[in-house]
């Protein structure tokens, strides 16, 4: 698909978010209560906007969000029944649950796209002043990751794989937690990382990190979070499932018009940075938070639309570094139908 097509069909996307499948307001049962995850991320706003405008409601849905630290945990999560849907990377805890009939993903969030600014590359400035200045300098330097099989480490392997050297020859270091990895960054004791860009670039206007790269001149098209559920909901309650991608997906237009492609006016940005905050900086004033949180945001497919080709990239990696079960299919990771695919 050429660039031109892909953003015309995405631009088309944001009109068309499921409509057919709004309720007629009705009192809600105790089986209309959902539980979504989200990680405390500029980029988990879509629910949290939906949530707080009532696009959940207007759907039959009361909404319980649930916090999580890292995508491992709310795989998991979604498995054992604790949150009925998530958006996060892709990892090898995901798809081994996949593998097990307890997971699908149905949909797309994060993406990097052409000409949106996306996922950066950062060095510490400790690993910086010692000659790690771009990331073909990675060879020989430790690299922060949550966990073994996360979205990190699927970054990490293709920034080496390009840059033409094996990741064995980086330390991969997983620290479970994003502000654990910060900590590190910061402090010299890790001297890489990548992660989206309004944090990124709050990290670089202090003096201890460096950005040294992108992640969309390693990884185009990187489809970086999905939308997922569990097997159960996905393959026996399409209509909850449906009716769950209306609401996220007016959310997502609402984050992508006023943070990223900055059609809002003033009192909604203002009202969607309000929103976020709520989950995002919490522990900072408004005042220093609402740039951080306005600033760097990455698109979210419109539609919650899914780049399978992407998706089919990751799950090759990781069943190729022995992080996923060999046998697991693209068939058994997704479920088609509830979202376009590009």
Not at 121 to 135: E, N, Q, V, W, Y
Not at 187 to 198: E, L, T
Not at 219 to 241: G, H, L, N
Not at 316 to 321: I, K, V
Request: aromatic content about 6%.
């Amino acid at each position: 698909m050429t660039m031109t097509n892909r953003r015309a069909l995405l631009a088309g996307l944001g009109a068309a978010t499921a409509a057919p499948f709004v309720l007629p307001r009705r009192a809600l049962a105790a089986s209309d209560t959902i539980r979504v995850g989200i990680l405390s991320l500029t980029s988990h706003a879509p629910a949290l906007i939906a949530a707080a405008k009532g696009y959940f409601k207007e759907q039959g849905f009361e909404v319980k969000l649930v916090m999580f630290q890292a995508a491992q945990p709310m795989a998991v999560a979604i498995a054992s029944g604790d949150i009925d849907f998530g958006m996060t990377a892709i990892s090898g805890g995901l798809v081994s649950l996949a593998q097990k009939g307890a997971i699908r993903i149905i949909g797309g969030a994060l993406q990097e796209h052409e000409g949106i600014e996306g996922q950066k590359i950062l060095a510490s400035k400790k690993a910086h002043d010692a000659g790690l200045k771009t990331p073909a300098d990675l060879k020989g330097h430790s690299f922060g990751l949550t966990t073994a099989g996360s979205s990190f480490n699927y970054m990490a392997d293709m920034i080496a794989k390009k840059s033409g050297f094996p990741a064995s020859d980086m330390r991969l270091v997983p620290l479970q937690k994003v502000p654990a990895i910060i900590a590190s960054l910061k402090s010299g004791q890790i001297d890489a990382w990548s992660i989206v860009p309004n944090i990124a670039d709050a990290l670089t206007k202090g003096p201890e990190v460096v950005e040294i790269g992108k992640i969309s001149d390693y990884i185009p098209d990187y489809q970086v979070t999905t939308v997922f559920t569990s097997a159960r909901i996905a393959d026996t309650k399409p209509e909850i499932a449906k009716r769950y991608i209306a609401a996220l997906s007016k959310g997502i237009d609402d984050y992508n018009n006023a943070l990223v492609y900055k059609k809002a006016d003033q009192a909604e940005v203002d009202a969607i940075t309000k929103i976020i905050h709520q989950y995002v900086y919490s522990d900072q004033p408004l005042e220093k938070a609402a740039p951080r949180i306005q600033h760097g945001a990455m698109l979210c497919n419109p539609g919650a639309a899914l780049t399978m080709s992407s998706v089919k990239s990751q799950l090759e990696w990781l069943q190729g570094a022995n992080m996923a079960p060999k046998d697991v299919t693209l068939d058994q990771l997704v479920k088609t139908g509830y979202v376009k695919t590009l």
